[in-house]
């Protein structure tokens, strides 16, 4: 390298002030030293950067030219310097946060834009896993943040209570089952209306199946619970849905709620870090955020 910081930094205060001695002033040294940097840099690119005239300085066409360029640099360090120091005390940052689908779908949307709103310098990078993939992203540094039910190997992360986990079954009026709770093994029986195959939900779903040493019968994927909703009023099929969607949708849709008589249904989920001490502090404030939020729902 030819130069650094301060030989730009100098150089520009020459320019900017058509002085030897006003650059010396402003940086705190003695003119020489100026005289000093001024001329490595000439020599290092052996160019004239400077006329020196009986009234000061002004530059040629070169120093112009380096001028130019030199305030660029300036200026983009001066901005990773802010930015870094931003970083260092919370204010910005992307935190990694892993969740499963029902999450995404019906709490993260309130939870992370109230978040967002009152940290605009923080973003948040959201990824649908199923619960012992967001385990083994934690544990290898793969994310900040997880969400996870309390079926999976927590063991050596910290972990806090988050907002339960109720999912049901949304069934067309004239659905063939009388009572109000249904096993997953009848589930099963009929076709059904699912989400993407990439999903957390989904795979969950799918691996239940497999366990039962059945397969899903599903006509149809959607990629959100509103247009799983939908396609159940219209008599496409049955659906697996968080119960808050469930009820949402019902307001204005035609279809019957059925409780899942599986205890999975209910799933208890954790917030969970590998050491929240060792978290970036914008981090710290989207967990903490998370944890108020639960306390209250």
């Known amino acids: 390298m030819k130069f650094d910081l301060t030989d730009l930094r100098i150089f520009l205060a020459a320019v900017d002030n058509g002085s030897f001695s006003a650059a010396a002033v402003e940086n705190n040294i003695v003119v020489a030293a100026v005289s000093a940097r001024i001329r490595r840099l000439e020599e290092a690119f052996r160019v004239e950067l400077f006329e020196r005239t009986g009234r000061g300085i002004r530059t040629t066409l070169a120093g112009d030219m380096f001028a130019t360029h030199a305030r660029k640099i300036v200026d983009d360090a001066r901005r990773v310097e802010s930015e870094l120091d931003e970083f260092a005390e919370g204010r910005s940052g992307q935190v990694r946060l892993l969740s499963n689908t029902n999450m995404l779908a019906e709490h993260m949307p309130r939870v992370l834009g109230t978040f967002l709103a009152t940290n605009p310098d923080i973003s948040v990078d959201v990824i649908d896993r199923p619960s012992h993939e967001v385990v083994t992203m934690l544990k290898n540094g793969e994310a900040d943040i997880g969400i996870v039910a309390a079926s999976a190997d927590m063991t050596g992360l910290e972990r806090w209570r988050f907002v339960p986990d109720h999912l049901v079954l949304i069934a067309p009026c004239n659905f063939d089952v009388t009572d ?25 779903l799918g691996r239940l199946a497999r366990e039962l040493g059945r397969d899903i019968k599903v006509r ?12 159940v009023e219209s008599g496409a099929g049955v659906a697996i849905v968080p119960h808050s969607a469930a009820q949402r949708y019902r307001t204005f849709m035609d279809f019957r709620i059925l409780e899942i008589a599986d205890a999975w249904a209910d799933r208890k989920l954790f917030l969970c870090v590998r050491h929240e001490a060792e978290l970036p502090r914008f981090a710290k404030r989207l967990l903490e955020h998370l944890r108020r939020y639960a306390e209250v729902t």
């Not at 709770?181 to 209306?193: A, E, G, K, Q, V």
């Not at 149809?220 to 396609?231: D, K, L, P, Y």
């Open 180 to 204: 109000e709770s249904i096993n997953y093994t009848r589930i099963l029986d009929f076709p059904m209306i699912g989400m993407p195959e990439t999903v957390a939900l989904s795979q969950f």
């Open 220 to 231: 149809m994927r959607m990629n959100g619970f509103e247009g799983i909703a939908r396609m």
